[in-house]
């Protein structure tokens, strides 16, 4: 077979989840609450049809079978999280035994099967005894977030060789401190820059303790929802615009894991409107000495801005919103269900600002998917036709091999998801995954995707 697109040897074939997301069990093995189960108890109508954490997708007990449909399907890696309130409820003192045997059961099983296991520490989901003593806001939680991130070390890192630190940290930021879509459903933008800042001083805690353990052939990274800024025009307003979302939206995580500091432009504007976050004397080293070996690029849709149409109102809170408006460019491609615009190119940006500006870092995709709603329209003879998915994450292939070929040092692609699984408010509105699942009976079935990813991981291209 001929292949148009040949990756290099060694790629990262596989997918991409979290723990909340799939593991399901949400009050059993000894877990501990963490801030999405004390929400659904409180406010399950933010959910989309009532649906919370507690099932999910029954990864908890499932396992076993599912990593054997990852294999079937040619994965060599796959990524997961530990759940720090299952690990360590309450998030501090005593591991739980039936966690770590669960995780060493996973971690095992995925050796097995000849699949890399890809481990984050923290995806979305502070245990609520911590939220309750203030999150990320409190400094001393990152260091109680360090001592978790070196049992993990400890306990699974003989076996585990990529670890990282958070996934998509500007989202907690943004969901739970400046436009309410996460609890705790804040609205202050000085809280939201200390809460960015202490996550920050978490992770380069925990690479520093990393690095002590001396883990042979062990990297540690973070992952990072990079999303290119594009202005509307060449206008120096709108250029000045998007300059300014990227550095919000962007920048403010991936200058300070990558570079080891914050870019001049930020700290000026913070200050100058008043946002600057307290910090310590040495945390300026801290940041310097720990940056990250490898980076995980999750990417979904482009932002589109324009200068301000309007001045913004002088009553209302300080946002990023302040210095830009979301410019909707005529003639997009759209994915109509999620409401987000299909840019494939952006990841061929993405990862030429990587190789221009920040090293050629090792990365690879550590997400990128199509949520599609009502996917049973699409079923012929009991298998979901999901072309619509194939063409997208083919489309983003392309970019990425050709971005490759132009020196950038990518090692990997990882779709979101294995399997449809639940997501934060949306619960199971969209589905991502190569595999259905009933959530009745919690069967897996594959669609379309699921065999044509099988072929392409296993000629390593397409």
């Known amino acids: 077979m001929s292949l148009n697109y040949k990756f290099p040897d060694g790629f990262w074939w596989g997918s991409a989840t979290s723990a909340t997301q799939i593991e399901g069990a949400a009050d059993e093995g000894g877990k501990g609450k963490n801030i999405w189960d004390y929400w659904y108890q409180t406010e399950p109508n933010r959910f989309f049809e009532n649906v919370g954490p507690e099932t999910t997708s029954n990864f908890y007990h499932q396992y076993k079978e599912d990593i054997q449909l990852m294999k079937e399907i040619g994965h060599n890696t796959f990524r997961l999280s530990i759940s720090w309130s299952r690990l360590i409820p309450g998030g501090r003192g005593e591991v739980n035994p039936e966690a770590v045997a669960f995780y060493n059961n996973v971690i095992n099983e995925l050796l097995a099967n000849d699949i890399e296991p890809f481990v984050n520490l923290f995806h979305f989901d502070m245990p609520l005894e911590l939220q309750e003593k203030g999150g990320w806001g409190n ?29 998509e940290p500007i989202v907690p930021v943004e969901g739970g401190y400046l436009y309410d879509f996460h609890y705790p459903n804040v609205v202050d933008a000085k809280r939201a820059v200390q809460v960015a800042y202490h996550t920050m001083i978490a992770h380069a805690k925990a690479v520093e303790s990393f690095r002590s353990f001396n883990i042979e052939d062990g990297k540690i990274g973070i992952i990072l929802n990079l999303t290119p800024s594009y202005p509307r025009s060449n206008n120096p307003a709108d250029l000045r615009a998007s ?22 432009e930020l700290i000026d504007i913070l200050r100058e409107h008043g946002q600057l976050p307290f910090t310590k004397e040495k945390d300026k080293d801290l940041l310097k000495e720990n940056t990250a070996d490898l980076l995980g690029v999750n990417y979904y849709q482009p932002r589109r801005v324009k200068a301000k149409e309007h001045l913004p109102n002088p009553y209302s809170p300080f946002m990023p919103d302040w210095f830009f408006d979301n410019y909707e460019m005529p003639g997009r491609k759209m994915n109509k269900y999620r409401g987000w615009e299909i840019y494939e190119k952006g990841i061929y940006d993405i990862m030429i600002n990587l190789k221009e500006n920040y090293g050629n870092i ?6 990128n998917g199509m949520g599609v709603q009502n996917e049973e329209r699409f079923i012929e003879n009991g298998e979901i036709q999901d072309d619509y998915r194939i063409d997208f994450i083919k489309e983003h292939l392309k970019w990425l091999h050709k971005a490759i070929e132009e020196g950038c040092n990518a090692k990997g692609y990882h779709l979101w998801a294995f399997m449809d699984n639940w997501s934060w408010m949306n619960a199971y509105k969209n589905r991502y995954g190569f595999f259905s699942v009933d959530l009745k009976t919690q069967k897996r079935t594959p669609k379309k995707s699921a065999h044509w990813i099988r072929t392409v991981s296993g000629h390593n291209g397409f």
């Open 139 to 167: 400094r001393d939680v990152a260091d109680a977030y360090r001592d978790y991130a070196k049992e993990c070390f400890r306990l699974f890192g003989d076996r585990v060789k990529k670890w990282f630190t958070f996934n």
């Open 243 to 264: 300059n300014i979302a990227d550095l919000f939206f962007n920048r403010s995580f991936l200058d300070p894991a990558v570079l080891g500091e914050y870019p001049q």
């Open 362 to 367: 090792e990365s690879f995709v550590s997400e």
